[in-house]
């Protein structure tokens, strides 16, 4: 456990660590879609794998203000933060490996006991920059990357709140001058003749979409807001605005970019940008893209998305390789399998330990 200084602004007690933004379930539910029908390979979703991209920028926001909020209570106990975690990720994670492996067994996916090593140590992503294939297993880069930032993230926030003696406002200079850095290490990979597939798996390339989140959680935190049910900020422009701003992040999945780089470079930061207005979106006051994200099917989605993530990619490539995913028939099954795969996990393998997850919260 650390004990730092309170940041300025941060909210008595903590006590709004219990607020739940239905909204944010459904942008992480837009998300989700954007993955899933990219790979279920449906006509205007070319570039729909730019939902991760999102997942990181909203990770990053949520797991911050989790941090934040315990700094505001004068400590953060890392034990809890990874015990939370762990309750939250790794029981349906295990269950995924362990299936996909036993798959494997019936249906030569190739490389997929590769990727459950490397999935089960978090350095998926880093197997997928040496170009090592991991099969059934391919999708969890993207879960790699984060456990690896979450590994240090917590302790370099509380170095630099205790640096800044509670600063938020240093905090926030420090914490964009590292996602600067990150974002230049991209650029670098390029001048110095990097491959694509570094750039694009490493943890120091896509850390400065984490740490955007990030940054957005310590800027709302510094205005002595962040957590409330119904943020004052913005203005009566926030709802329009940002509703076009979903549609622009639509339109940008249907367009695939013509090069990689320039997808790096160019796209990851417009939608890292549209992310971070639509967050804004979500947790401030009443407002129109606040009531379509949180229109109730949506935010139903949100809530089983980790364990929609984890299984739609398996189950997709087992129907592709034996129906193939080019006819709708196809793909529709391959969708009704991964939804009844997902409400089953959800009941049956997540919800126990996310009740154990809630009780060491209350407590």
Known sequence: MAVVPSPAGAPAGGGSSSVHVPALDGLRAVALLLVVLFHARIPGFSNGDLGVDVFFVLSGF??????LRSA???????ADFYRRRA????????????????????????????????????????????GVGTGLLAHTWSLSIEEQFYLLWPLVLVALLGRARGDLGRVARSVLLLAVASYLSVVACLLLGGSVELAWNATTSRAFELLAGCLLAVVLQRRGVAGAPALR?????????????????????????????????????????????????CVAGPNLTK????????????KVSY???????????????????????PR????????????????????????????????
């Not at 209570?73 to 890392?78: D, E, I, L, M, Q």
């Not at 929609?308 to 080019?326: K, N, R």
């Not at 939804?339 to 209350?362: C, G, I, N, T």
């Open 62 to 67: 949520l797991i911050s203000g989790i941090l």
């Open 72 to 78: 505001g209570r004068g400590r953060v106990s890392y």
């Open 87 to 130: 309750l939250r990720l790794l029981p349906a994670y295990l269950t995924v490996l362990i299936v996909c492996v036993l798959t494997d067994l019936l249906h030569d996916s190739g490389g997929t006991l590769k990727g459950a090593a490397t999935s089960f140590f978090y350095v998926s992503n880093w197997a997928a920059a040496a």
């Open 233 to 281: 900020i913005g203005s009566r422009a926030t709802g329009p605005v940002s509703l076009l701003g979903l549609l622009a992040l639509l339109v940008v999945a249907s367009h695939d970019p013509w090069n990689p780089w320039v997808e790096m470079l160019v796209q990851w930061p417009v939608v890292v940008a549209l992310t971070v207005l639509l967050i804004v979106a």
């Open 291 to 302: 009531t379509v994200l949180g229109w109730a099917p949506l935010v139903a989605v949100g």
């Open 307 to 329: 364990g929609a993530y984890l299984w739609h990619f398996p189950v997709f490539v087992v129907v592709d390789g034996t129906l193939g995913l080019d006819s709708w028939g």
């Open 332 to 363: 529709f099954l391959a969708l009704a399998v991964t939804a009844v795969v997902v409400v089953l996990s959800y009941r049956f393998v997540e919800r126990p330990f996310l009740r154990m997850k809630d009780r060491s919260a209350r407590a």
